[in-house]
Nanobody
């Protein structure tokens, strides 16, 4: 069983920064790719960023490339998302997800465990 718990969401002004964290339980974290997704009201869940099990490879949605950075600490079973230059269109519930595979993926269906989500609101 894997449990993912996100933290770090909140309200920030446009241009500001937030850092999301996801704490994972379970012994398979270090061999699992991880991802961040988000869902805005009335919209489908969308891919944000993903990282391989080693942390050596990352991939981002075009909408966040250059502004967001995903990282992981396998010793602490955590994955983080540093979000800079936030814009109102980044407002959403952000979800951490685990993939039962070391290679990254950009589709939600490739992930088998999800956190409960953390709200990020960016005011203009």
């Amino acid at each position: 069983q894997v449990e993912l718990v996100e933290s770090g969401g909140g309200l920030v002004q446009a241009g500001g920064s937030l850092r999301l964290s996801c704490a994972a339980s379970g012994r398979t974290f270090s061999s699992s790719a991880m991802g961040w997704f988000r869902q805005a009201p009335g919209k489908e869940r969308e891919f944000v960023a993903t990282i391989t099990w080693t942390g050596g490879t990352t991939y981002y949605a075009d909408s966040v490339k250059g502004r967001f950075t995903i990282s992981r600490d396998n010793a602490k079973n955590t994955v983080s998302l540093q979000m800079n230059s936030l814009q109102p269109e980044d407002t959403a519930v952000y979800y951490c997800a685990r993939r039962n595979n070391g290679n990254y993926a950009t589709t939600a269906g490739a992930y088998d465990y999800w956190g409960q989500g953390t709200q990020v609101t960016v005011s203009s």
